[in-house]
């Protein structure tokens, strides 16, 4: 069922969603950008619905809702320990289609890769619902036509905010239903992106032989100097999971404290750094290598569905060397039809 | 050529003489380097009517146009009312019928009434530069009334942020762009990019501390460049809403004793410098006994010694909570940080080729 409500009553009634729910969505931090007086928008706790940017795609996204950059796993004193409680309120989680889709794909990672639920994941995800954010269109980074996920139906709720202020939602989820007893019913079905001026091309690396060959092609070296290895790119990626923990001692008790996972990224000189301080993918390329084939190749072919990447163009925007990812997958394409090719001549 | 001119009064209407007789360049005021690209119509209309048809950037970021005979002089005056008018008055808020802050009438076609306040140069600032930290421009023209016109010296450089490209460290008043940097550590994944950035670019008071795995932070030594913010990729550092200054004082080059300024105040906010610069008429008066000489401010620092001139510059001034302020200044190189650069050897930067 759909329904519409003037701006007075949408406030209302997201009072009362608060009241049973926690509500995060896209909020603008003013001046708080990676340059002076820029702003950035990042999802946080909203007191209300006009905190929501909803006319400009948010600098990071909705996954650290689900997986934040920081949490406690569990308390320790001396042989005791006890796990966090983590979140036990029901959640409405603001997103659009490309932010639901990656939950799919981070799902996998966290509880089916391998036969192993990981359970701090897990139980925050079942707090969440969604509620799609309607695109009204898609800015110069988004591909997401390219990569199928521009549409979603795994949503509790849809909304729109129209240009008089008038809010439009399409509830699907019975728990949200009495919510709108009250309100006007309306036409209304979510629409979603259907073209972007952004378009890729996906490399189709047909065998191993081909696939070590673009791992040796010299594409990757142009990194070196281009990429400074900041991780940027996979903070703002709605798909990547990569994480570290660590164990903080409080004060100065070593006995007394917590595990921390923090988010981490393969981009990061050391990501590669193993046990008696050997390190793999010492290069910028070598790692922009390795995400660029975890994500449009590896990913793939463990779980066979999609690849792992939902064209939100966020580490594009939030590149501080202008490396476009859509250039990089072009790049490969050309390097694998290159490779093909030599391997098509020395045949005959 | 055989004309009596008055050089001092063509220098006073902004008219500079050349090595050729009766021959003159004209500086135009520019506060903070940047004006509307329609004025450039004017400067070519003036080179080419009146100059030698060329042009020079003023090193204090004056429109400067040379080959102008004495005899034209009144005639480009009342062609640049509009400019003047447009510029100072509208632009800057500067009451032209004031010298010094005492009233004196203003013909506008007469030109500029004082070249005594130098023009305020800034570089282009956070309008356009990754590294800025402010607007300079538009705080050059907050202050451009503050000191324009009025027959008393004073070179005031702006910059954006503690590189001091536009070398704030080299004249009367220079006014740093800064930062106060919020750190939230539960957006740090510890990656400790901040930190180099910190030690390659700035002064080294950011660690990753291994135990913990986030930033241990030496606040005192900050000095507010926000270069953490620039290179964090989760947003961890953010800088705080208030805009904040550096003042240093009495830099200068000349013949005599060129010297770099020093830090008169830290982490001003825009109203304790405005308020403080509110004061420079009435210091220079006190200093050269109500009389205006040809002498910069540095020099009128010297001589009143920088006690007497902090008591008159912050005379009626209530400085913001943050704000820290030079109890005396020693005259040397500058160091934002003692002995910043005594550290370990390893770290110390090579010279020459280098074994691969």
Same mark, same amino acid.
């Given at each position: 069922m759909s329904y519409v409500l003037s701006s007075e009553r949408a406030d209302a009634l997201f009072s009362e969603l608060k009241k049973q729910y926690r509500i995060f969505a896209p909020k603008r931090f003013k001046a708080q950008g990676r340059y002076s007086d820029t702003d950035i928008i990042r999802y946080a706790e909203a007191?209300?619905? #006009? #905190?929501?940017?909803?006319d400009e795609k948010s600098d990071?996204?909705?996954k650290e809702v689900i997986s934040p950059i920081q949490q406690a796993l569990f308390f320790f004193t001396e042989d005791e320990y006890r796990a966090s409680k983590g979140n036990t309120r029901p959640i409405l989680l603001f997103a659009r289609p490309c932010d639901i889709n990656s939950q799919h794909i981070q799902a996998k990672i966290y509880a089916g890769n391998g036969g192993y639920v990981d359970m701090y994941y897990e139980r925050m995800r079942e707090t969440v619902k969604f509620v799609l954010m309607e695109c009204p269109s898609s800015d110069d980074t988004c591909f997401c036509v390219s990569m199928g996920t521009n549409k979603t139906d795994d949503y509790a709720m849809a909304i729109r905010v129209d240009n008089d202020g008038s809010v439009k939602f399409k509830v699907c989820d019975e728990a949200l239903k009495p919510f709108f007893s009250q309100s006007t019913v309306a036409e209304y079905e979510p629409k979603f992106v259907k073209e972007n001026e952004t378009k890729v091309t996906l490399p189709d690396i047909p065998n191993k032989e081909v696939l070590g060959k673009l791992k040796e092609h010299p594409m990757w070296k142009e990194y070196n100097g281009r990429c400074i290895s900041c991780g940027a790119c996979t903070i703002a990626c709605s798909t990547c999971t990569c994480f570290t923990t660590k164990d903080i001692a409080y004060g100065d008790n070593p006995e007394v404290g917590e595990r921390r996972r923090v988010t981490s990224s393969c981009q990061i000189d050391g990501f590669s750094t193993v046990a008696g301080g050997a390190s793999y993918r010492n290069t910028a390329g070598d790692r922009m290598r390795f995400k660029m084939l975890h994500k449009f190749h590896d990913y793939k072919a463990r779980?066979?569905?999609?690849?792992?990447?939902?064209?939100?163009g966020r580490c594009i925007h939030r590149c501080p060397e202008f490396i476009t990812i859509t250039n990089a997958l072009n790049k490969m394409c050309n390097a694998v039809e290159e490779i093909k090719a030599e391997k098509g001549g020395a045949e005959k | 050529m055989n004309r009596d001119i008055n050089i001092k009064k063509t220098r006073l209407n902004c008219f500079r003489q050349s090595k050729v007789p009766g021959v003159f360049m004209l500086q135009m005021r520019v506060p903070g380097g940047m004006v509307d690209a329609k004025y450039l119509e004017m400067i070519e209309h003036i080179s080419k009517t009146w100059g030698d048809g060329n042009f020079h950037f003023g090193t204090r970021q004056t429109f400067d146009i040379c080959g102008i005979k004495y005899d034209s002089i009144p005639q480009v005056n009342e062609y640049i009312e509009d400019y003047i008018c447009g510029v100072d008055a509208e632009l800057c808020n500067v009451d032209m019928n004031k010298i010094a802050g005492e009233p004196r009438e203003w013909d506008p076609k007469s030109g500029y009434p004082t070249i005594g306040a130098r023009n305020i140069t800034a570089c282009i600032g956070n309008y356009h530069c990754i590294c800025g930290n402010i607007n300079t421009f538009e705080l050059a023209r907050k202050i451009e009334n503050l000191i324009f016109p009025s027959h008393y010296h004073i070179k005031i450089n702006i910059v954006g *942020? +503690?590189?001091?490209c536009n070398k704030?460290?080299? *004249?009367?008043f220079g006014i740093i762009g800064c930062a106060k940097i919020e750190y939230h550590p539960e957006r740090c994944v510890g990656c400790g990019l901040c930190a180099k950035k910190c030690e390659h670019g700035a002064t080294r008071v950011l660690s990753l501390n291994p135990k913990t795995g986030k930033i241990d932070k030496d606040p005192c030594c900050c000095v507010g460049c926000a270069e953490c913010v620039k290179a964090c990729p989760t947003s961890a550092w953010t800088r705080e809403p208030t805009d904040f200054y550096k003042v240093i004082i009495g830099g200068r080059t000349g013949r005599q004793t060129p010297r770099l300024g020093k830090m008169f105040l830290n982490w001003a906010t825009e109203e304790t410098v405005l308020s403080v610069l509110a004061n420079w008429q009435k210091f220079s008066a006190w200093v050269m006994d109500y009389k205006p000489e040809y002498l910069h401010g540095g020099h009128l620092i010297d001589r009143a010694g920088y006690k007497k001139f902090k008591e008159i510059m912050l005379d009626g001034v209530t400085l913001n909570p943050e704000c820290l302020v030079a109890e005396d200044v020693f005259w040397a190189e500058t160091e934002y940080?003692?002995?910043?650069?005594?550290? +370990?050897?390893?770290t110390h930067h090579a010279a020459g080729p280098q074994k691969a």
């Amino acid at each position: 069922m759909s329904y519409v409500l003037s701006s007075e009553r949408a406030d209302a009634l997201f009072s009362e969603l608060k009241k049973q729910y926690r509500i995060f969505a896209p909020k603008r931090f003013k001046a708080q950008g990676r340059y002076s007086d820029t702003d950035i928008i990042r999802y946080a706790e909203a007191a209300s619905l #006009e #905190e929501i940017v909803f006319d400009e795609k948010s600098d990071y996204p909705a996954k650290e809702v689900i997986s934040p950059i920081q949490q406690a796993l569990f308390f320790f004193t001396e042989d005791e320990y006890r796990a966090s409680k983590g979140n036990t309120r029901p959640i409405l989680l603001f997103a659009r289609p490309c932010d639901i889709n990656s939950q799919h794909i981070q799902a996998k990672i966290y509880a089916g890769n391998g036969g192993y639920v990981d359970m701090y994941y897990e139980r925050m995800r079942e707090t969440v619902k969604f509620v799609l954010m309607e695109c009204p269109s898609s800015d110069d980074t988004c591909f997401c036509v390219s990569m199928g996920t521009n549409k979603t139906d795994d949503y509790a709720m849809a909304i729109r905010v129209d240009n008089d202020g008038s809010v439009k939602f399409k509830v699907c989820d019975e728990a949200l239903k009495p919510f709108f007893s009250q309100s006007t019913v309306a036409e209304y079905e979510p629409k979603f992106v259907k073209e972007n001026e952004t378009k890729v091309t996906l490399p189709d690396i047909p065998n191993k032989e081909v696939l070590g060959k673009l791992k040796e092609h010299p594409m990757w070296k142009e990194y070196n100097g281009r990429c400074i290895s900041c991780g940027a790119c996979t903070i703002a990626c709605s798909t990547c999971t990569c994480f570290t923990t660590k164990d903080i001692a409080y004060g100065d008790n070593p006995e007394v404290g917590e595990r921390r996972r923090v988010t981490s990224s393969c981009q990061i000189d050391g990501f590669s750094t193993v046990a008696g301080g050997a390190s793999y993918r010492n290069t910028a390329g070598d790692r922009m290598r390795f995400k660029m084939l975890h994500k449009f190749h590896d990913y793939k072919a463990r779980f066979g569905d999609s690849h792992m990447c939902v064209g939100c163009g966020r580490c594009i925007h939030r590149c501080p060397e202008f490396i476009t990812i859509t250039n990089a997958l072009n790049k490969m394409c050309n390097a694998v039809e290159e490779i093909k090719a030599e391997k098509g001549g020395a045949e005959k | 050529m055989n004309r009596d001119i008055n050089i001092k009064k063509t220098r006073l209407n902004c008219f500079r003489q050349s090595k050729v007789p009766g021959v003159f360049m004209l500086q135009m005021r520019v506060p903070g380097g940047m004006v509307d690209a329609k004025y450039l119509e004017m400067i070519e209309h003036i080179s080419k009517t009146w100059g030698d048809g060329n042009f020079h950037f003023g090193t204090r970021q004056t429109f400067d146009i040379c080959g102008i005979k004495y005899d034209s002089i009144p005639q480009v005056n009342e062609y640049i009312e509009d400019y003047i008018c447009g510029v100072d008055a509208e632009l800057c808020n500067v009451d032209m019928n004031k010298i010094a802050g005492e009233p004196r009438e203003w013909d506008p076609k007469s030109g500029y009434p004082t070249i005594g306040a130098r023009n305020i140069t800034a570089c282009i600032g956070n309008y356009h530069c990754i590294c800025g930290n402010i607007n300079t421009f538009e705080l050059a023209r907050k202050i451009e009334n503050l000191i324009f016109p009025s027959h008393y010296h004073i070179k005031i450089n702006i910059v954006g *942020c +503690p590189n001091d490209c536009n070398k704030a460290h080299l *004249c009367d008043f220079g006014i740093i762009g800064c930062a106060k940097i919020e750190y939230h550590p539960e957006r740090c994944v510890g990656c400790g990019l901040c930190a180099k950035k910190c030690e390659h670019g700035a002064t080294r008071v950011l660690s990753l501390n291994p135990k913990t795995g986030k930033i241990d932070k030496d606040p005192c030594c900050c000095v507010g460049c926000a270069e953490c913010v620039k290179a964090c990729p989760t947003s961890a550092w953010t800088r705080e809403p208030t805009d904040f200054y550096k003042v240093i004082i009495g830099g200068r080059t000349g013949r005599q004793t060129p010297r770099l300024g020093k830090m008169f105040l830290n982490w001003a906010t825009e109203e304790t410098v405005l308020s403080v610069l509110a004061n420079w008429q009435k210091f220079s008066a006190w200093v050269m006994d109500y009389k205006p000489e040809y002498l910069h401010g540095g020099h009128l620092i010297d001589r009143a010694g920088y006690k007497k001139f902090k008591e008159i510059m912050l005379d009626g001034v209530t400085l913001n909570p943050e704000c820290l302020v030079a109890e005396d200044v020693f005259w040397a190189e500058t160091e934002y940080r003692s002995n910043y650069n005594v550290k +370990p050897l390893e770290t110390h930067h090579a010279a020459g080729p280098q074994k691969a």
